[in-house]
C-alpha cells in the first residue's frame, strides 16, 4: 500500500543508452512531478504534471522526456545518457486546493548512475 | 526565483538535546514544507506550514509569513532524527525550491 512508488530503484548503465524511470501513486493526487537530486544532495524540480497536462518544465535537457498515461503515472525517459545524469530522481504528488499546491509526498528515488 | 536559505548547514547534537533549524527566503510565499531526508535517503514530509505554528510530537514548526522565515524545533533529540532537513517553499508559481538543507548529526 506504499503510497508513490518508483522503478526501478536502483538503475546502472553506459553512457548513450536509453531508459526509462516508472512513477505510480495511489494518493488520489491530481498533480505528480520529478526532481533530481544531486552528489550534493541539491534536490530541484523538473518537470510537473497536473492531470495529465505538463505545467512545469525546467531547464532540463530535451534528452529528458516525461510522460503521464493517466494521473495516477509519470513515467521519465532519459535518452543517449551521460555521466552527468548520475544523481538519484525522485517522483512525488500532491494535491491542488482552487490555486493552492497541497503537501507533497515523495517516492522512494530511482538511485542512476552512468558509467 | 525564490532564494531559500538554511541555517545552520551542519549540526551534530548529543542525543536529548535540542535545536532550532531555520529557513529563510526571499520573497512572499503560499506554501511552506519542511522534510527530513533518513540516512536511507527517503524524504519524509514534516509539515505543510505557509505561516503560524504546528507542532507534532517532538517536533514543531513556526513560520512568520511577513518575516518570510520558518523555524523547525526538535526537542528532546534521537539518533533517529539524523539525517537531513530540508525546507521547500512556493509563491504562485506552483513549483517548489528546496533550500540546500541542515544536515543533523544526533550522537549518543
Known amino acids: 500500500d506504499t503510497a508513490v512508488s518508483q522503478t526501478p530503484k536502483y538503475l546502472v548503465t553506459q553512457m548513450g543508452n536509453d531508459k526509462s524511470i516508472k512513477c505510480e501513486q495511489n494518493?488520489?493526487?491530481?498533480?505528480m512531478y520529478w526532481y533530481k537530486q544531486d552528489s550534493k544532495k541539491f534536490l530541484k524540480i523538473m518537470f510537473s504534471y497536473n492531470n495529465k497536462e505538463l505545467i512545469i518544465n525546467e531547464t532540463v535537457p530535451n534528452r529528458f522526456s516525461p510522460k503521464s498515461p493517466d494521473k495516477a503515472h509519470l513515467n521519465l525517459h532519459i535518452n543517449s545518457l551521460e555521466l552527468g545524469d548520475s544523481a538519484v530522481y525522485f517522483c512525488?504528488?500532491?494535491?491542488?486546493?482552487?490555486?493552492?499546491?497541497?503537501?507533497?509526498?515523495f517516492g522512494p528515488g530511482t538511485r542512476l548512475l552512468v558509467l | 526565483g525564490i532564494q531559500v536559505e538554511q541555517s545552520p548547514p551542519d549540526l551534530i547534537l548529543q542525543e536529548g538535546a535540542n535545536s532550532t533549524l531555520r529557513c529563510n527566503f526571499s520573497?512572499?510565499?503560499?506554501?511552506l514544507q519542511w522534510f527530513h531526508q533518513n540516512p536511507w535517503g527517503q524524504l519524509i514530509n514534516l509539515f505543510y506550514?505557509?505561516?503560524g505554528t504546528k507542532q507534532n510530537g517532538r517536533l514543531s514548526a513556526t513560520t512568520v509569513a511577513t518575516e518570510r522565515y520558518s523555524l523547525l524545533y526538535i526537542s528532546s533529540s534521537q539518533t533517529t532524527d539524523s539525517g537531513v532537513y530540508f525546507c521547500a517553499v512556493a509563491g504562485t508559481a506552483s513549483k517548489l525550491t528546496f533550500g540546500t538543507g541542515t544536515r543533523l548529526q544526533v550522537t549518543l
Open positions: 494518493l488520489g493526487h491530481d498533480t
Open positions: 506550514i505557509p505561516s
Open positions: 520573497d512572499s510565499v503560499n506554501n
Open positions: 512525488a504528488s500532491s494535491q491542488f486546493s482552487g490555486h493552492l499546491q497541497e503537501t507533497q509526498y
